[in-house]
T-cell receptor
Framework: KAGVTQTPRYLIKTRGQQVTLSCSPISGHRSVSWYQQTPGQGLQFLFEYFSETQRNKGNFPGRFSGRQFSNSRSEMNVSTLELGDSALYLC????????????FGPGTRLLVL | SQQGEEDPQALSIQEGENATMNCSYK?????LQWYRQNSGRGLVHLIL?????REKHSGRLRVTLDTSKKSSSLLITASRAADTASYFCATAAFSGAGSYQLTFGKGTKLSVIP
């Protein structure tokens, strides 16, 4: 089976812009979670989607949003980018639940200038 | 907020030696997982231990879980240069929002010197 894929892999944006990141889970996986990783804060949970519904949300401002499509593919959007949004954004999928083994994609590295 | 806290933050050993990393957490958990991350890449799942288990093995990996002390340890035996990576523990706990959430610690950076 193909692994989790994320596009794009690298992205450079300027403050105030918005960005959309995409994640394709492993075939058959219905749960998709997003994480932000920075040197200072480590890995922080953003949100989890299951069957096109947001099931869980981390402690991030409303500028961070996401959605899941009927084929389980997911996108996350960050509006009004800030310098502090520079990070590695990781997507992970699992069969059903966020407590199961997570299969991670390679990540999207976002740099906000 | 971080649930798991790894100790030590960094560890440097010679190839062939054993490496032990510890993880402490604060709340009740459903399971605890260990992941490895090679520099700036995605995480790779290593092992999952459930709250009713005390010890688990997988190849050169041995994980223990002490729920009374809210702590876990990961032992890598006969380390290799290829084991050089960051290791994270992640705790799965009920989020109260109808599902479970995985919370990661800040990781232990392991360097294995050939």
């Amino acid at each position: 089976k193909a692994g989790v894929t994320q596009t794009p892999r690298y992205l450079i944006k300027t403050r105030g812009q918005q960005v959309t990141l995409s994640c394709s889970p492993i075939s058959g996986h219905r749960s998709v979670s997003w994480y932000q990783q920075t040197p200072g804060q480590g890995l922080q949970f953003l949100f989890e989607y299951f069957s096109e519904t947001q099931r869980n949300k981390g402690n991030f401002p409303g500028r961070f949003s996401g959605r899941q499509f009927s084929n389980s593919r997911s996108e996350m959007n960050v509006s009004t980018l800030e310098l502090g949004d520079s990070a590695l954004y990781l997507c992970a999928s699992s069969l059903v639940s966020g407590e199961e083994t997570q299969y991670f994609g390679p990540g999207t590295r976002l740099l906000v200038l | 907020s971080q649930q798991g806290e790894e100790d030590p933050q960094a560890l440097s050993i010679q190839e062939g030696e054993n490496a032990t990393m510890n993880c402490s957490y604060k709340t009740s958990i459903n399971n605890l997982q260990w992941y490895r991350q090679n520099s700036g890449r995605g995480l790779v799942h290593l092992i999952l231990i459930r709250s009713n288990e005390r010890e688990k093995h997988s190849g050169r990996l041995r994980v223990t879980l002490d729920t009374s002390k809210k702590s876990s340890s990961l032992l890598i035996t006969a380390s290799r240069a290829a084991d050089t990576a960051s290791y994270f523990c992640a705790t799965a706990a009920f989020s109260g929002a109808g599902s479970y959430q995985l919370t990661f610690g800040k990781g232990t950076k392991l360097s294995v010197i050939p």
